[in-house]
């Protein structure tokens, strides 16, 4: 891979990366988190409903039930509510963990129930939000080379539960598959890492730019995995997480042991508010 199309690669993905938070349903439409209480939690435009929606929809859409263990929608007569394309006044609703989940729209108003450790709640993307035009493109250092790093993938034996810290303040258990170890600059590092389900190696890392330059809590990169079985881990591609775009995510951060010790001055920054 030459220097030319190595950055011409990073920068065209890039550029992907801020288009994605902008479209339709992305991270900067969403406008909503609601944490649902036992027994019924109304849905609707009026203020005083436990499901905010904005005023152009109307004040009493329906109600949401949730009995502890799962939730129903019930639209108010003479509504219909459009779930995962159909038209209803009521229907069971999968959690966004589910493998369909089921999603709510009203207008350009989207929801759908999110499972959190034992908590329920709803998440709503509002289309009309002002920060998909608005937010400042998305900001990162120059790119380096010495930052593209081989690794050595090392499955567990079996996988080990880890805790992650998350956005609620709380510490949610995932399990672990194995580690990447590499060296930079001297020093043997290894980081946990998640497999996704399409197989990919995602990690969570914290560096000391996060005091100062990058999003506090730490970053997020998948491993580049290329023919032949070599591994590298790129922090050019490290990026933040949602939370870095919007109040309503509800982000996992780097566990302990995913602490690096030197500055890794690569990938996404995060310019603080003045």
């Not at 065209?12 to 801020?18: L, N």
């Not at 034992?118 to 035009?133: I, T």
């Not at 023919?227 to 949602?242: E, Q, T, V, W």
Request: glycine letters at 6%; proline letters at 6%; aromatic letters at 12%.
């Amino acid at each position: 891979m030459t220097a030319k199309t190595y950055q011409q690669t990073l920068n065209e993905w890039r550029k992907e990366r801020d288009e994605t938070i902008r479209k339709e349903n992305g991270w900067l439409s969403l406008s909503g988190l609601f944490w649902l209480k036992l027994g019924k939690n109304q849905l609707g435009s009026d203020p005083k409903s436990e499901i905010q929606l904005p005023d152009r929809v109307a004040p009493n859409v329906g109600y949401l039930e949730y009995n502890g263990k799962s939730v129903s929608l019930r639209a108010n007569p003479g509504q219909k509510i459009n779930v995962n394309g159909q038209q209803t006044d009521f229907a069971v609703l999968q959690p966004d963990i589910s493998e369909n989940p089921s999603f709510i729209t009203l207008q350009d108003i989207r929801l759908v129930v999110i499972q959190r450790g034992n908590k329920l709640g709803v998440r709503m993307w509002d289309n009309q939000r002002e920060e998909r035009r608005s937010f400042p493109a998305r900001s990162w250092y120059e790119i380096d080379e010495k930052f593209r790093i081989p690794a050595t993938y090392t499955a567990y034996d079996r996988p080990k539960m880890a805790f992650f810290p998350d956005l609620t303040g709380e510490k949610s258990e995932f399990p672990v598959e194995g580690y990447l170890s590499f060296e930079f600059e001297g020093t043997a590092c290894k980081l946990d890492i998640n497999k996704e389900d399409d197989g990919t190696l995602f990690v969570r890392f914290w560096d000391p730019t996060s005091k100062d330059e990058t999003y506090p809590t730490g970053r997020y990169l998948i491993a580049d995995e290329e023919s032949g079985g070599k591994i590298f881990l790129d922090f050019n591609k490290a990026y933040c997480p949602p939370c870095a775009f919007t109040d309503f995510a509800t982000c996992v951060f780097a566990p302990e042991q995913n602490h690096l010790s030197f500055r890794v001055t690569a990938g996404e920054t995060y310019p603080r508010k003045q």
